[in-house]
């Protein structure tokens, strides 16, 4: 089971998106969010699809995680045929880091893209495993790459997660990780997961920036015998 970023050229059609001057002050607002670390406002500024996978309980634990933000600059606005992506940068303590925020036609955060470049890939996908697995969809898809962040959905994410489970039953814990390739536009993470029937291992493949852009999960399993699981 694999799902991972594939060339893909939308129809033509009639721009829905904000106006760039409407972008910036969606930006500027989510931004505001993040700056106060107001998990309440956050949450509300979240498109519908996420707001479905997360709570404002999780948005504030999510947030805590994260270095405070001293300042911002919006750098570019580029506006599509249904959204809006702003391209910002936010100043912490340890430095500027970029951020990716796309917008709907309603000011609503659709996904964004952060900077992993300082984040060993086998952390990433470390992360990436263990939010999943605890259901923790929004932040599981922080590490996903934009163009990834389209084509699935939260609720996909999560129902693909629900049928690993019934080939491997529940999760129990990440053993380890092993990085296959590293250091060029692919890069392969091998996650050893344990669950309560069997142990397997979860392919993510990440881009040059520490992005996640792939991820095979096994449709079925082969039992010690060499038998193929239904």
């Not at 999960?217 to 239904?230: C, I």
Request: aromatic letters at 4%; glycine letters at 6%.
């Amino acid at each position: 089971m694999v799902f991972a970023c594939s060339a893909w050229l939308p129809p033509a059609l009639a721009s829905s998106a904000l106006n760039p001057e409407q972008a910036r002050n969606a930006a500027a607002t989510i931004i505001e969010g993040l700056q106060r670390r107001n998990n309440q406002a956050i949450y509300n500024l979240l498109a519908p699809d996420l707001q479905r996978s997360t709570t404002p309980e999780r948005v504030r634990e999510r947030m805590q995680q994260q270095e405070p933000i001293l300042s911002s600059r919006i750098k570019e606005v580029l506006v599509g045929a249904d959204d809006s992506t702003v391209e910002v940068e936010l100043l912490t303590a340890t430095g500027t880091h970029p951020l990716v925020l796309v917008i709907d036609d309603r000011g609503r955060l659709l996904g964004w893209e952060r900077d992993l470049n300082d984040t060993p890939v086998r952390q990433v996908a470390n992360n990436f495993i263990k939010a999943l697995s605890q259901g923790k969809v929004v932040e599981a898809r922080s590490l996903l790459s934009l163009q990834l962040q389209e084509q699935i959905s939260p609720q996909d994410m999560l129902n693909r997660w629900k049928d690993l489970e019934k080939l491997t039953g529940t999760f129990q814990r990440v053993r380890g990780t092993v990085v296959a390739s590293q250091g060029g536009d692919q890069q392969l993470v091998l996650v050893t997961t344990q669950f309560n029937r069997l142990t397997d291992n979860l392919f993510v493949i990440l881009d040059s920036g520490n992005h996640i852009i792939g991820i095979d999960f096994p449709e079925q399993l082969k039992r010690q015998d060499g038998a193929s699981t239904p």
